[in-house]
């Protein structure tokens, strides 16, 4: 059982307030992405929860346990971190089994949890390997192997992907995801990446500057933002948001459409602009257009083949079920 359970948890160093006093449940075998821009204070919470950082106040609980004061050791939980922390000299093996053999467990079971974790991970063929005859899609497993073994209720991982190349951290979100459905394990999972968040959680908690912003589905985030900040944060690329005259149209202090839906002619349509750059990607383009509505360009999706190029006249009409609509604070106007 992985249920987490945060009440009025607040964390502050000296006069800094990091993270001020939220509430979040995060039900057992849930996969929940904390996600946010550099410094929001989603590794502060994760290291909360983990036992790595003092609560200023409030209490966190792990299947009905106060754990707020227990050490680390003591929570049953499991961090992967944002370094491999592999020791070198040591076999995939012998890394994976670390954590059980300091915890004097009988020989016998440790081969059995090292081995199917291996399994699991597919690392058999270099069990006997040491970490500097991997890649680092391979360390970082065996990372998450040595973390599997312990059979935690919750796996808490803190920016895996951030050292590995594009192409490995595809790769590796998939296997992460692939093994939240074969454990059925709660896991935490950090990230300022929010394509990463779309594509992994269950539920996202959606951070800046300590506060919670919004909490949901990817989907309930996407079609249903609380306020701006979550509009223009989650979403690649981001949604436009427009303010004046063409807000004051739609009865809203700020008007946000993505860029997926904006339909785009080079002949007619509502907003006239100037193409200023193309990025080509294959199979869609995505161009930003001047225009006298916002002071940057506009960022529209188009099919791939689209003819256009820097400094052509191009029209752009948004589709008007997708237009959001926010207040003067900014929050959603439902």
Request: aromatic share 6%; net charge neutral.
């Amino acid at each position: 059982m992985g249920a987490i359970r945060l009440e009025k948890v607040r964390k502050a160093f000296g006069e800094a307030v990091i993270i001020p006093e939220l509430d979040l449940d995060i039900k057992d075998g849930e996969f929940v992405v904390f996600v946010g821009p550099s410094g929001c204070g989603k590794s502060t919470l994760l290291r909360l929860i983990a036992g790595l950082e003092d609560v200023t106040s409030g209490d966190i609980t792990i299947d009905g346990t106060n754990a707020t004061e227990l050490p680390p050791a003591k929570r049953r939980l499991a961090m992967v971190f944002q370094s491999y922390a592999l020791y070198p000299h040591m076999s995939v093996r012998k890394n994976i089994a670390f954590p059980l053999k300091m915890a004097g467990m009988d020989k016998a079971e440790i081969d059995k949890r090292v081995s199917n974790a291996a399994k699991i991970l597919n690392l058999d063929n270099y069990i006997d390997r040491r970490p500097g005859q991997l890649s680092g899609g391979q360390r970082q497993r065996v990372a998450i192997g040595r973390a599997i073994v312990r059979e935690p209720a919750a796996f808490l991982f803190d920016e895996p992907l951030s050292n590995l190349d594009a192409a490995l951290r595809v790769g590796m979100r998939l296997e992460i995801s692939e093994l939240h459905q074969r454990l059925k394990t709660t896991m935490i999972y950090v990230t300022h990446d929010q394509v990463e968040a779309m594509t992994m959680a269950d539920k996202i908690v959606v951070l800046h500057a300590g506060h919670i912003e919004q909490v949901g589905s990817p989907l309930e985030l996407y079609s249903r933002p609380r306020n701006t900040f979550v509009a223009g944060f989650i979403g690649s690329p981001k949604m436009n948001l427009l303010t004046g005259a063409e807000a004051k149209k739609h009865d809203a202090a700020t008007i946000g459409v993505r860029p997926e839906h904006i339909a785009l002619s080079t002949s007619e349509g509502m907003w006239k602009g100037t193409v200023k750059v193309s990025e080509h990607l294959g199979s869609d383009t995505f161009l930003h257009v001047e225009t006298a509505l916002h002071p940057e360009p506009l960022t529209v999706r188009a099919d791939g083949e689209f003819p256009v190029h820097y400094g052509d006249t191009v029209y752009l009409t948004p589709q008007a079920d997708k237009i959001h609509r926010f207040d003067d604070k900014g929050l959603a106007i439902r």
